[in-house]
């Protein structure tokens, strides 16, 4: 009887009412009810890491469940800051299409931009939602609870919003040799894993820079890289089974050979 009535609501009042009922004191989920949104939280950024899995498989009936999945978090949250009388999902949905609209007024306010300044406006728009205090500084909004590569990104691009950025991507090419160079040379110093450790840090920082600069997500082109070196290993094992071989007892040079084919046929 449930069900049926319920089929007969938009599908978000749908969710909205499972939710609600998996969460009543009474006739819930014993699980469901316990939780708070400090335990939610890990289960949010793991399916969002499955949506992100999905469409990088390209698998689309995998991501619409994803996403489903995904959806289910925002809602959890919802509910539980509604039982405090915080917000509910209908303040989060609002709350995005303000700030949507806020944020694009070359779309809706007939406002002219010019489409290599569109990052820029959108980082002064937040900077003007966010408050803040004399003694904070311009890198402290970004969120240091995110991936380093992410964050990485976050912070190049905050502070390019406001004029510190190399004026094209010769240098920051040259910046990122510099950097390799410093490392090289810290690894022939004795007992320097510390100094070691920050100039490859300067590396990356550096090819995240550069991803940047070519409007490529870092995070995106490592996931895809870690892909390519799964199928082309596991090409090599495929082929060293077909063989009769085995991993412990081939040569480098065999590998190499086996890792070039494996790199034209995936």
């Known amino acids: 009887m449930v069900k049926n009535a319920l089929h007969k609501d938009p599908p ?31 289960y949010t950024i793991e399916e969002a890491y499955e949506v992100a899995d999905a469409i990088q498989r390209s698998d689309l009936p995998a991501l619409r469940e994803e996403l489903g999945d995904l959806l289910f978090q925002v809602v959890f949250h919802s509910q539980m800051a509604a039982e405090q009388n915080v917000f509910d999902f209908d303040d989060v949905v609002h ?17 002219t931009v010019d489409e290599s300044s569109l ?4 980082e002064r728009h937040k900077g003007l939602e966010t408050k803040q205090t004399p003694d904070e500084g311009l890198l402290t909004k970004v969120n240091v609870n995110q991936p380093a590569i992410n964050q990485a990104f976050k912070l190049q691009k905050k502070a390019a919003s406001v004029g510190f950025d190399w004026p094209s991507l ?12 410093e490392l090289k040379e810290e690894i022939f110093i004795n007992n320097n894993h ?10 990356l920082f550096s090819c995240v820079n550069i991803a940047r600069h070519l409007n490529v997500n870092a995070e995106w ?16 094992e495929k082929a060293l ?11 480098i040079d065999r590998l190499n050979t086996l890792w070039e084919a494996a790199k034209k046929d995936t």
């Open 12 to 42: 978000i009042e749908q969710l909205k009412t499972i939710m609600s009922q998996l969460r009543d004191k009474e006739l819930g989920c014993p699980w469901d009810i316990q939780q708070r949104f400090e335990t939610i939280a890990p």
């Open 170 to 181: 010769s240098p920051v090419f040259d910046k990122l040799v510099e950097e390799v160079d």
């Open 221 to 236: 082109s490592l996931r895809k890289a870690n892909q390519r070196f799964v199928e082309r290993f596991s090409y090599i």
């Open 119 to 122: 990052n820029n406006q959108w």
């Open 95 to 111: 709350a995005i299409c303000d700030k949507l609209t806020r944020r694009h007024p070359h779309v809706f306010a007939g406002q």
């Open 194 to 203: 510390q100094r070691i450790e920050e100039e490859l840090g300067d590396v």
């Open 241 to 251: 089974n077909e063989s009769g071989e085995t991993l412990e007892n081939c040569s």
